[in-house]
């Protein structure tokens, strides 16, 4: 066993990634080429004979790592012939056991680099595992992938010895493990050098660039080199400038190079092939991002983003004005004062809203106007007992008003008003055993119990006022549940939307949402410094009401 050069002493036990931050340079990032030669194919089955690396850091060599390994066992005569390697010459060699710690500390935490790379790490795994070391948890980068995205078309196949050749690599490889690790090296070199007109400028980028590079629109992945490696939103344009679709990320150089690689949506396709430009904001935080998406989307409205469509598709449920009001579903609130439930995500849930109320409450269902004249008989859902009939005149002005003071209450107030009566219906159906009717009040239960939550919340956050946070170090202002500022500088003046005390806008329930959640997960590490309101949720929240899991079969 030899070493060369300069080699830094590592923790064996336990060995972890050390480039958390992916977004290392390939100019400051530490590789280490690595090649063996065993006595056959199977990691579990057959022994290393020989391990062969060398490290690299900014195209110089740091040093090398040779030794022939003991298998403990004969050498086939087909692997002898292949690489020259005999039982004589391994005999003296140290076993697995004692040359696997060694070559562990040379490795250390170094990027991990192959031809076919997964067959050594098979190996290298398989053993570690057995001496008692945690699974090695180095990046992986395979030459032979690579070459199979870059130079396919120059080459006739991605051997090592034809990728060689091709590159005129100063070590030919012979099948020893140092050779080929040397050539191998050589071999990553160029492979670098063809990555970068597809903006791989670090490991994140080469990681992923096997998928990346063999994409339609690969040539489109210079436009994501000047992204940052920061929380933001990014903005794929067209070549006329229209925004084609707004997102967010924590990472935005990672996020959006995996349009080419990972993600196989299909619009995801014929987005990249629209796309002229990408742009993007920097952000400080999740909140202030996510809030941007959102502003954006509605400012832009990109036809690739589905948020777009589904905004404008809410509603609300209406307890009209009339003397004898009644629920109905209206696309946009009215300043009449009437109570408001929304908004609401679309008309079926407003609807199973209204059934969910009026199975308990039985308000008039008839849309006609209540006059001076009586109907001659009640309208259906009368006759069937499950609603009033003010036009027939089997209910009076002060009655009724008591059914319309139960929906209030419930609504605004003390939610089990009107859930309680759906839980008793709905037990009752399941013990007679008619449970589609069971399934149907559950439906209608959970609808109505999602949307007092919402609208809790949406009413909880408004309540606000002028709020400053601070939260991981930067200071945080809202107004009426809307940010204000978010730590980046970005310009988050709010729009002309009026807060008052009416039903929330459609455009900015989302926000709010967005806001309630984000103090939801973030409670425990934030400050808050000012409040001019009540920054507060209800106690008692609406149950959920949802069908249990189908259990999994024991194995």
Not at 175 to 194: F, G, K, M, P, Y
Not at 239 to 251: E, W
Request: glycine fraction near 8%.
């Amino acid at each position: 066993m030899f070493l060369s050069g300069n080699v830094c002493s590592l923790t064996l036990r336990g060995m972890q990634r050390s480039f958390d931050d992916l977004g290392t340079p390939l100019v400051d990032t530490t590789f280490v080429v690595v090649d063996l030669e065993t006595t056959g194919g199977s990691p579990q089955n057959d022994a290393i004979t020989e391990i062969g690396a060398v490290k690299l850091r900014g195209g110089e060599c740091l040093g090398t790592f040779a030794t022939l390994v003991n298998p403990g066992r004969p050498i086939p005569p087909s692997i002898v012939y292949l690489t020259g390697i005999t039982d004589v010459l391994v005999l003296p060699a140290p076993s697995i056991d004692v040359a696997l710690p060694s070559f562990l500390e040379f490795l250390g935490n170094a990027v991990v680099v192959g031809h076919n790379v997964r067959f050594d790490m098979g190996f290298l795994q398989a053993n570690a595992q057995r001496l008692g070391y945690r699974r090695l948890g180095n990046t992986i980068i395979d030459t032979c992938s690579l070459a199979r995205r870059l130079v396919r078309d120059e080459v006739p196949n991605c051997k090592l010895e034809t990728l060689a050749r091709h590159f005129r690599t100063s070590v030919k490889p012979c099948h020893r493990a140092l050779d080929d690790a040397l050539a191998t090296a050589d071999v990553l070199h160029s492979l670098i050098e063809r990555a970068g007109p597809f903006g791989a400028t670090t490991i994140d980028d080469l990681v992923a660039l096997p998928k990346a590079a063999g994409h339609r629109e690969a040539r489109k992945l210079k436009l994501t080199v000047s992204l940052p490696r920061a929380p933001g939103v990014y903005l794929f344009r067209d070549s006329a400038g229209r925004v084609l679709y707004v997102g967010k990320a924590a990472n935005l150089r990672q996020r959006v190079r995996s349009y080419f690689s990972t993600d196989e949506r299909r619009k995801v396709g014929n987005l990249l092939r629209e796309t002229a430009a990408i742009d993007h904001e920097v952000c400080a935080g999740d909140l202030e991002a996510g809030v941007r998406e959102i502003r954006l989307i509605h400012e832009h409205e990109p036809r690739y983003n589905r948020q777009v469509k589904q905004w404008r598709r809410y509603v609300y449920v209406k307890l009209t004005r009339d003397r004898f009001p009644r629920l109905s579903i209206v696309a946009k609130p009215s300043a009449d004062g009437a109570l408001h439930i929304g908004p609401l995500p679309s008309r079926s849930v407003a609807q199973l809203v209204i059934e969910a109320i009026e199975t308990v409450v039985p308000l008039r269902r008839c849309t006609g106007r209540v006059g001076a004249s009586r109907r001659e008989s009640p309208c259906t859902p009368a006759q069937l007992g499950v609603a009033s009939c003010p036009c027939a005149g089997t209910i009076d002005e002060a009655a009724y008003a008591r059914l319309v003071a139960r929906v209030v209450h419930g609504v605004t107030l003390s939610p089990a008003v009107l859930l309680d009566p759906l839980v008793a219906r709905m037990r009752a159906l399941a013990s007679a055993a008619r449970f589609e009717e069971a399934a149907a009040v559950r439906d209608r239960a959970d609808a109505l119990a999602r949307a007092l939550r919402r609208q809790q919340r949406l009413d909880a956050i408004r309540r606000s006022g002028n709020v400053e946070i601070e939260a991981s170090g930067r200071s945080l202002r809202l107004r009426d549940g809307r940010l204000v500022a978010g730590g980046s500088g970005l310009d988050l003046e709010l729009d002309n939307t009026p807060p008052g005390p009416g039903p929330v806008a459609k455009n900015l329930v989302d926000e709010l949402l967005l806001v309630s959640a984000w103090l939801d997960a973030n409670g425990a590490r934030v400050h808050i410094v000012r409040c001019d309101g009540e920054l507060a949720w209800p106690a008692g929240q609406p149950p959920r009401f949802q069908p249990a899991r189908p259990r999994q079969p024991a194995a």
